[in-house]
DNA sequence: CGCAGTTGTACATTGTATGCATACAATAGG
DNA sequence: CCTATTGTATGCATACAATGTACAACTGCG
């Protein structure tokens, strides 16, 4: 059995739905390839206690990942992780990144990170992501 | 009266409630410096007309707009553009930027969006950040 | 082969948030 | 003043999030 993602951190206070929170963390980890295609993910059982929520929540985010193609689910056996090919992008999802980049920029300001820290950062990814 | 912004789309179908689109949006072209202050935003029943929303889920964004130091609201007046100056960084703040870009761009990547697409995205908005 | 344990799933319940309708309060401008 | 305009407050219908509980499918050991 797979070891436990520790980057997968939620903050039960916040607005943002738990199970929407479990979704984003674990795709982010999933995409930096911490996974490999056949791996375990722990069980909806040992994520929900390691994280402080009920079961179903973190069965409704892996239905999700499912979904789009990251797991394979089967009761009695677990969660693994697939060998996934991207899908062609649609114009909307091409678009969408570059206005969701702006305000997530837009808000990063308001709470008062320097811009220099987040060009830096951007750049940072960027180089990390052309480097693949 | 200052003009509608232009850039200001809304997705009634999105799962993401509307009046945080709004939020997002405003705050993104309010970083922009498409107002001055001392500019009038529209009202909120001329905006809510203009989206095709209640103009109670306006007057929500507008709130947390005024809240987060934005706008100054008073009833007869109007919303009026302050000039805002960013408050002190917590680490919250910017260790969320970073593990929020990231899930943004596992979304995109996902979505399959081309990791060269994203990359270029992130410079070109870094390059602009930096000018500033 | 059987059976106990494990794992994901289905469904009902409860609390909360979203968006709207409506009525109200404060201000502007004649 | 008085009326129109603007943001605000309250109550409601509805939908969603998270949970409790029971179930179905699969594993693995005897």
Known sequence: MANNPR????DLA???????QIVSGLR?????????PGDQLPTVRQLAVDLGVH???VAESYRVLAEEGWLDLRRG????????RDPRP?????????RRLEELVAKAITDGVPRSA???QMAAL???LGKT
Do not use: C, M, W
Request: no cysteine.
């Open 126 to 128: 960027a180089k990390k």
């Open 14 to 20: 916040s607005p943002r739905p738990v199970y929407e």
């Open 90 to 98: 649609t114009t909307e999802a091409k678009q969408g990144f570059g």
């Open 77 to 84: 056996r677990g969660a693994v992780v697939l060998d996934r």
């Open 55 to 57: 079961h179903n929540t």
């Open 28 to 36: 982010a980890v999933l995409v930096a390839g911490e996974f490999e």
């Open 118 to 120: 987040l060009a830096d």
């Open 7 to 10: 980057t997968l951190r939620i």
